[in-house]
């Protein structure tokens, strides 16, 4: 039922380490994936995306890996910051065919990056 | 400040009353997007608005809810005779949409609206 799904609700990693968020998803018709990060009493703010024809996208300490075959994509941030900690949520939205460009988001991933 | 603009920030409503949140979309977007979240979830889909037109809402529930846009002032969810279930953070996105749009329909988040229902 759901076709975002983000299986670790949480994430502890060391300050300077990497961060490796995942994410699954079922519905070969999404056409883009998309990170967005919240923190608490705050809108999610938009991180980084990734087309459906790509297998990697690159933004400062950020990268996104999207492997088509396994419907999976991960979100990899190095190195990690104490600012860094949030709630991260994938999302995939469909093309111009389908949910008109809203975006279905899984549960999110607790994020927490130690001093 | 042309960012997405929720109000208001906190609710509390007593069971059977009705609930209304405001979203003033980002300078330059025309469409609109209602999520809720409830605790412990992700962000659910509820309804996409143009100016004065709804294009999705099959993420609205059938009763209770609706949400408009008219030409002139904010985008109005409404929930009538609100129950407890309708206790969560609802949160108002803004985009430019997806026509001529040749990457990600990036949507941008206001803070949101917690509604506590007692």
């Known amino acids: 039922d759901q076709q975002v799904k983000q299986n670790s609700p949480s994430l502890s990693v060391q300050e300077g380490r990497i961060s490796i968020l995942n994410c699954d998803y079922t519905n070969s018709m999404f056409d883009y994936f998309l990170w967005y990060k919240k923190y608490p009493a705050e809108g999610p703010t938009f991180l980084i995306s990734?087309?459906?024809?790509?297998d990697k996208n690159e933004d400062g300490r950020f990268t996104v890996f999207l492997n088509k075959s396994a419907k999976h994509l991960s979100l990899h941030i190095v190195p990690s910051q104490p600012g860094d900690s949030a709630v991260y949520f994938c999302?995939?939205?469909?093309?111009?065919?389908?949910?008109?460009?809203?975006?279905?988001f899984g549960k999110g991933t607790k994020l927490s990056v130690k001093p | 400040n042309a960012g997405v603009m929720q109000n208001p920030r906190h609710l509390v409503r007593r069971r059977g009353q009705e609930a209304r949140l405001r979203c003033s979309p980002m300078?330059?977007?025309?469409?609109v997007y209602w999520y809720r979240q409830l605790p412990e979830e992700g962000l659910k889909f509820m309804v996409y608005?143009?100016?004065?037109?709804?294009?999705?809402e099959s993420g609205m529930p059938k009763e209770r809810f609706s949400a408009e846009f008219p030409k002139e002032g904010p985008s109005i969810l409404r929930i009538q005779q609100v129950v407890r279930g309708d206790s969560a953070a609802y949160f108002c996105?803004?985009?430019?949409?997806?026509?001529?749009?040749?990457?990600?329909?990036?949507?941008?988040f206001g803070a949101g609206s917690r509604l506590t229902v007692l």
């Open positions: 999302a995939a939205q469909e093309g111009y065919g389908g949910s008109q460009g809203n975006l279905i």
């Open positions: 990734i087309s459906s024809i790509k």
């Open positions: 996105a803004s985009s430019r949409g997806l026509a001529g749009l040749s990457g990600a329909n990036v949507l941008t």
């Open positions: 608005l143009q100016k004065e037109n709804i294009i999705d």
């Open positions: 300078k330059g977007h025309s469409h």
